[in-house]
Structures are given as C-alpha cells and as structure tokens.
C-alpha cells in the first residue's frame, strides 16, 4: 500500500483529504499542520508521497518543499492549493513537484499518485541565471538542485535563480559543474563561466 503525510493549516481540509485517501487505498501515516510539521513527519517516516498545502501561516508549503529536497531528493512531493500560480512555479517544477488544485476530487487525486509513482524523473537538473558581485554580465547554467544551493550562498555571487527545468545532464557535466563550484569557493570563477553563457 502507498503510504503518505498530509499537510494542511486547516483541520477539516486534512480530514476530508484523508478520508479520499483512505477511499483510494492510500495510507495516510500522519498528519500536520505547517512546513515544519512536513519536514519532521518526512524525517519520520518516510512515506511514499507528501501532500501539503501551499500557503499556511508561519511555514509554508515551500518551506517544506525546500527542506525536504534537501536532504531527500528523491522524495515525491504533491502540492494541494488553491493558488492557480503555483503550476507555473518554477521551483516546484523543477524539483519535480506535482499539484493538485483545490477543490479537488477524488479523481483527480488517485492520477496524480498514480503520475507521481510512475514518474522517474525526480533527479532531473534545473536551468538557473546568476550574477557575480561587481559583473554587470547575467550568465546562465545547468545545475543539479544541490549544486544551485552551493552557487546561491557563495560570497561572489550577487543573485541566483532558477528559471526553469533543465534537460537531465550527463554525469560527465555534471562532474565538471561541480569541480568549477568547488573553484569558485576558492574565488576561481574561469571554469564555472566557461560552462555558463552570457545572457544579459
């Protein structure tokens, strides 16, 4: 049986999704409130999927989204909302993140596990546009999501954003993305630009 965690700031949402799962043969392992219950319930037990709200007080949906990829990048990640946006979010789509719209049915839920557990790609790389400090220049690049975490938080870098999936790089790029980080840590930033393009 598939098992999985729900997450919602509103009580009767997560018992009226729960009783849907449970109509689908899905077994629901525990229940929470904001992005830090996800997070803690995920490091739990690791269920087959986590549903959970997108906007909640305090600890949102990408609160959880961001720190469960984290540390699990394979885990698989289904949106509740009633925000029509989030499809077009490039976060989620990138990390693979799957959404269903509020209100939903019972249909409706039942494809999208169905999608969810069927759907490989949850390794896939992501496009990402960065900028140095004191570089007008606006380079873009193919990284995995761990390696955009890497770029974002290293001291020469002014802005770092995801725009969109990239396609599935090889390992040998990806090998050679990583040495360039590991040189741009030490200030040594000719690699990770030769594998960039300028595009502003």
């Known amino acids: 049986m598939v098992s999985c965690i729900v997450i919602d700031d509103d009580q009767n949402t997560v018992d009226l999704f729960c009783e849907l799962l449970s109509m689908i043969k899905v077994d629901v392992l525990a229940r929470g409130y904001d992005g830090r219950d996800a997070v803690k319930l995920y490091e739990k037990h690791?269920?087959?999927?986590?549903?959970?709200?997108?906007?909640?007080?305090?600890?949102?949906?990408?609160?959880?989204?961001?720190?469960?990829?984290?540390?699990?990048?394979?885990?698989?990640?289904?949106?509740?909302?009633?925000?029509?946006?989030?499809?077009?979010?490039?976060?989620?789509?990138?990390?693979?993140?799957?959404?269903?719209?509020?209100?939903?049915?019972?249909?409706?839920?039942?494809?999208?596990?169905?999608?969810?557990l069927l759907d490989e790609d949850s390794k896939s790389s992501i496009k990402i546009q960065y900028m140095f400090k004191e570089d007008d220049s606006v380079y873009s690049c193919v990284v995995t999501y761990e390696q955009y975490k890497n770029l974002k938080i290293l001291p020469i870098i002014q802005e770092c954003k995801i725009i969109g999936p990239g396609q599935n790089s090889l390992e040998s790029y990806t090998a050679s993305m990583q040495k360039a980080l590991d040189l741009a840590c030490k200030n040594n930033t000719t690699n990770i630009r030769k594998l960039s393009e300028i595009v502003g």
Do not use: C, R, W
């Open 46 to 116: 690791v269920p087959d999927i986590v549903f959970t709200d997108l906007q909640m007080p305090a600890y949102d949906g990408l609160y959880a989204v961001e720190n469960i990829k984290d540390k699990y990048p394979d885990a698989k990640i289904i949106m509740v909302t009633g925000d029509i946006n989030a499809t077009e979010s490039e976060l989620l789509e990138s990390l693979n993140v799957h959404v269903i719209d509020k209100p939903f049915d019972i249909h409706t839920i039942k494809q999208t596990v169905t999608d969810v």
